[in-house]
């Protein structure tokens, strides 16, 4: 790393850290928090809370385990960012250290930890890039993984398990013994919030949790690109959602299969449910099901449509011999404001909205091959209930407006477009307008089927726009635009573009690229490509970086990156 570089993320990491005189100025803003997630191997104590045993040696080797969404992912996976972000924790907490000094530590006399089922207080120091607080104890290096929790707050923790070769403690959250000014519980609009494993932000004020998540992309950026810093552009502030709460237009709560029931042993149906299980989403740190009324960050109609799921499993769970997810996807039937076919009469579990000009009656799908509706502004999509599209509807008008007001460069010598992955037409269809012709390419023949259907939807035929199903390792072979009138667009799946990919796009070299991504950290990675240009291909330069948040509440950030190609 070079010095600018260093001194780059030498600030950026002190930004992070609440000054210890912030803990004089601290006081009770709301009710102490409740004791929070119960892992599997507890017992109930004569409280009623939950007790765990503690056995084994200290040092045994232990690793989390990946989440699905986590395991084609290699670098800027959750488990790579949290070591990042533990280890510049560590160096802030001595910016003396040298490379030296970093080797002595490996030979130092081991520290004394508690025990693991000890229970302690920590400060929390700073937020990881995955939405834990890091607290560290006073003279130790020893950094606690510690869920619901923000800087500046005192926490009582549960001592899990050390990870002494990561200088990680993972943790139980137990209580709040001195909150942090930035906590106010009051905020909190959800009774299973510090159990449940879907959000983290809920006891922030909004404005911080946006700024939590500007810094999120700056670490992205910072540990990932590997770029000096002068080559990544200061971050822009987080662009909010219209929605903090009711935004989730899909769910998927999921239920355990019943005692005896053994996943490798799919053909036996002796196990059999006694009673309704428990139907919801994990616990936090747990591979458990933790049983959910309802989620108020899903939609009204997804929220009613999981009350009737609910209804209907305390009926029928006896048909199930095996654990199942419940899908709950929005589906919108549209009327012209005074149309006589608008019901007088909401069906049961619908709801309704409406503008000066539309009347919208929302339902909840279950089935994944049924279509569904949304629309964004004036543009209509229908997809399976089941596959992906964006899941909050409420940000995706400001996000494709910002998208569109920016994907020409001050020039204006680009003419055509290319959605590298179209899926069902999102960006192809609502950007249309801005070229001459734009053709979407995705390797899933089912998404170019429903991009086709919604191109004619909106009105849109081949002489304006294409689609093409493309296999993975000739995405550009049938796109015939000059490059120098081109810009294509990017929104891979978490793991990112992997290598065969990036060369193509440097070897087709657009005038321009705008990279939009649900995992900072693979897209930094990507970006940090694009940049280097090391070998065949073109090279480009940032123009500007900004996230999105698409997931109020939760640690998550969109990140959007725009690129221009380097002329040499």
């Not at 942090?180 to 809920?202: A, E, H, M, V, W």
């Not at 400001?398 to 920016?406: C, L, N, P």
Request: net charge neutral; charged share 25%; with cysteine.
């Amino acid at each position: 790393m070079n010095r600018v570089a260093y001194r780059l993320a030498f600030t950026l990491r002190r930004q992070i850290i609440i000054p210890r005189a912030a803990f004089s100025a601290m006081s009770s803003p709301g009710a102490p928090v409740a004791p929070a997630h119960q892992p599997q191997s507890e017992k109930a104590n004569g409280n009623g809370q939950q007790k765990r045993s503690f056995s084994g040696p200290q040092n045994r080797k232990w690793k989390q385990k990946k989440t699905k969404r986590e395991k084609n992912i290699t670098e800027g996976s959750s488990e790579e960012v949290l070591r990042n972000d533990i280890q510049a924790l560590i160096q802030s907490r001595r910016p003396e250290a040298t490379a030296d000094s970093e080797q002595d530590t490996d030979t130092a006399k081991e520290e004394t930890l508690p025990q693991e089922g000890t229970e302690i207080d920590v400060e929390i120091l700073e937020l990881s890039s995955t939405g834990d607080g890091l607290g560290m104890k006073d003279g130790s290096d020893q950094v606690y993984v510690v869920p619901f929790t923000v800087p500046g707050d005192i926490a009582k923790i549960k001592v899990y398990r050390h990870l002494r070769h990561e200088n990680q403690t993972i943790s139980d959250f137990i209580s709040i013994t001195k909150p942090s000014p930035l906590r106010d519980d009051t905020r909190i609009q959800c009774k299973y919030f510090n159990t449940c494993g879907g959000c983290q932000f809920q006891m922030l004020d909004y404005k911080e949790q946006l700024k939590l998540k500007k810094r999120v992309l700056e670490k992205a950026y910072l540990n990932f690109s590997n770029l000096a810093g002068e080559l990544v552009p200061a971050i822009q502030d987080t662009i909010g959602s219209p929605l903090q709460y009711g935004y989730r237009t899909k769910l998927t709560p999921h239920f355990d299969g019943p005692p005896g029931f053994r996943p490798s042993k799919r053909k036996n149906q002796n196990a059999s449910f006694s009673k309704c299980p428990e139907i919801g989403f994990m616990r936090k740190g747990q591979r458990k099901v933790l049983d959910i009324e309802d989620c108020p960050i899903g939609t009204e109609a997804v929220r009613l449509g999981m009350g009737r799921e609910r209804q209907r499993m305390e009926k029928e769970y006896t048909n199930y011999h095996r654990g199942a997810t419940i899908l709950l996807r929005e589906n919108t039937k549209r009327y012209q404001k005074g149309d006589a076919a608008i019901p007088e009469t909401l069906p049961p579990f619908t709801s309704k909205t409406e503008t000066d000009t539309v009347v919208d009656i929302k339902s909840c799908e279950t089935d994944s091959k049924t279509t569904t509706t949304e629309y964004i502004g004036d543009h209509v999509f229908t997809n399976p209930a089941g596959s992906f599209f964006q899941n909050n509807n409420s940000i995706l008008p400001v996000f494709t407006e910002y998208v569109k007001q920016r994907i020409l460069p001050s020039s204006g010598d680009i003419k055509y477009l290319i959605d590298a992955y179209s899926g069902s037409g999102l960006f192809t269809i609502t950007l249309a307008s801005v070229f001459q012709h734009s053709t979407g390419i995705d390797i899933a023949a089912d998404s170019i089927n429903s991009a086709r259907q919604n191109a004619q939807l909106n009105g849109l035929g081949e002489d304006r726009c294409k689609f093409i199903a493309a296999d993975a390792g000739e995405l550009f072979k049938s796109v015939s635009y000059n490059a120098d009138e081109t810009v294509v667009v990017l929104d891979p799946p978490r793991k990112g573009c992997d290598a065969s990919f990036l060369s193509q796009l440097r070897n087709f070299g657009p005038k321009r690229v705008l990279y939009v991504s649900c995992n900072v950290h693979t897209q930094a990675r990507d970006v940090g490509v694009l940049v280097r240009g090391e070998g065949e291909g073109k090279r480009y330069e940032i123009e500007s970086l900004v996230g999105f948040d698409f997931f109020p509440q939760t640690g998550h950030v969109e990140g959007v990156a725009i690129l221009n190609r380097v002329d040499e």
